[in-house]
């Protein structure tokens, strides 16, 4: 009973539950509408352009409008010449002044830091929606490579019990000894270990899955068998030009080191003088000291100029902490590039790597398969142990596993290097979603 249970739940897992499953791009849609990091970057992206709107905001001119109602009383104490009076009145007064700058450097060194920011929020978006393509990438298929190591555990205790049976019935005959059959039914029992083992796993990589999308999956597709695995053109130069070219990550931190340039310079316009035009109509009924006169309009037109002489340190300090700043934007670049190089270096070795095991694990493949089929033909014989005939089979489920490993790897490897090269879209996907087909049976060999 507890056989048919494991063989039940491996051959469940890739049966069709449904006549489609969920295929890569479906995943992939659910989870650009769930991920929280794409509308996070998005929300970045817009701080950034509203402070770029601000700074252009800052140097074109201001117009302000003001206005005041007033009750006034004036007492006029008593002297030699006149005797004391009160005078009440209202006042009013209504002003507007429109200010533009004519120099000011700050602000323009200002404006374009906020527009280099601006752009590598834009590049920052971009890495994410990027990043989230590998994400799903990587947890679909890890779903894919844990279900069919389940799936190999469920073949392996099937074929192990096919065995331990016909060691038993030799038994029976007297024609084995009892240490072959407990060696074999103690293989047998292993195997369920195994599958408890590989269960977690296929619930652990559906569950990072889901982690993406936010909502529940349903059945997911299988690999097919006809992929054409195909080594990767060009040489590793070519792909790191690629990558300084084109990676999003890369040019958000070149933006960053520009927009901190400008920082500096903002820093250092400070000891420049700023020149300011400034146009006002003032209507007024309001004298000195809040005093009645007759209603008058002055209009008035001029130019502010405003020249910083000592400041007790604060400037330069502003420039030094601005300098570092900048250093810090330079380091980080070098730091991601040298990062970039090594991720792109990596991925292209084993992309091209994962291509000859693929064609070397499938010859090891159908070796260990004919391996195993004489070696059950040579037990049946006679000729051979069961312990032989257990050996060439953990060779064919190895070998399995290991052809496994390299199709995925492939796949994920190919992938990064897509990605770290910013050729990585919507359209690869689709490119990758025509590999897989409906689950429909577990793996003949």
Not at 238 to 267: C, M, P, S
């Amino acid at each position: 009973m507890l056989l048919r249970s494991a063989v039940l739940t491996a051959l469940l897992l890739l049966s069709p539950i449904a006549a489609f499953g969920d295929d890569l791009l479906s995943v992939y849609h659910a989870a650009v509408a769930g991920d929280p990091r794409l509308k996070l970057a998005a929300s970045k992206l817009g701080i950034g352009r509203a402070r770029q709107q601000q700074a252009v905001g800052s140097m074109l001119p201001q117009l302000r409008g003001s206005g005041s109602f007033s009750e006034n009383r004036q007492d006029l104490e008593a002297s030699n010449l006149s005797n004391g009076l009160r005078d009440s009145f209202t006042g009013e007064k209504y002003n507007l002044v429109l200010t533009q700058s004519l120099f000011d450097m700050p602000k323009y060194y200002h404006w374009q830091s906020q527009k280099q920011l601006s752009s590598q929020y834009a590049s920052e978006q971009v890495e994410q929606s990027q990043q989230l393509m590998l994400d799903v990438v990587s947890g679909y298929f890890d779903v894919l490579e844990a279900r069919d190591a389940l799936a190999l555990v469920g073949h392996e205790i099937a074929a192990t019990e096919s065995l331990l049976r016909q060691v038993e019935g030799l038994f029976e005959k007297s024609l084995t000894r009892i240490t072959e059959v407990l060696d074999v039914r103690a293989s047998y029992d292993a195997l369920f270990a195994d599958q408890v083992s590989a269960e977690s796993q296929v619930a652990i990589a559906r569950q990072q899955l889901q982690e993406l999308t936010g909502t529940e999956l349903g059945a997911l597709m299988q690999l097919s068998e006809e992929v054409a695995f195909v080594a990767v053109e060009d040489s590793l130069e070519q792909w790191i030009a690629k990558v300084v070219a084109q990676n999003a990550a890369l040019a958000g931190l070149h933006k960053a080191v520009a927009a901190e340039t400008y920082g500096l310079k903002e820093k250092q316009a400070s000891r420049l003088p700023v020149v300011d035009l400034q146009l006002s109509h003032q209507k007024s009924d309001i004298g000195y000291e809040n005093s009645s006169r007759p209603k008058t309009t002055t209009d008035y037109i001029g130019v502010n100029v405003v020249v910083p002489l000592f400041t007790s340190g604060v400037t330069s300090g502003r420039i030094s902490e601005a300098s570092q700043r900048l250093e810090m934007a330079r380091y980080g670049y070098e730091t991601e590039y040298r990062a970039l190089v090594k991720e792109a270096r990596d991925a292209l070795l084993q992309t091209n790597a994962n291509v000859r095991r693929i064609e070397a694990t499938n010859k090891a493949l159908n070796s260990s398969v004919r391996a195993h089929e004489a070696m059950l033909k040579g037990f049946k014989l006679g000729a051979v142990t069961s312990a032989d005939v257990l050996d060439a089979q953990r060779n064919v489920f190895r070998t399995r596993r290991d052809l496994n490993r390299a199709r995925y790897g492939y796949i994920l490897n190919r992938t990064r290097l897509l990605k770290v090269s910013g050729m990585v879209s919507e359209h690869e996907l689709e490119q990758i979603n025509q590999w897989l087909v409906v689950a429909s049976a577990l793996p003949s060999n």
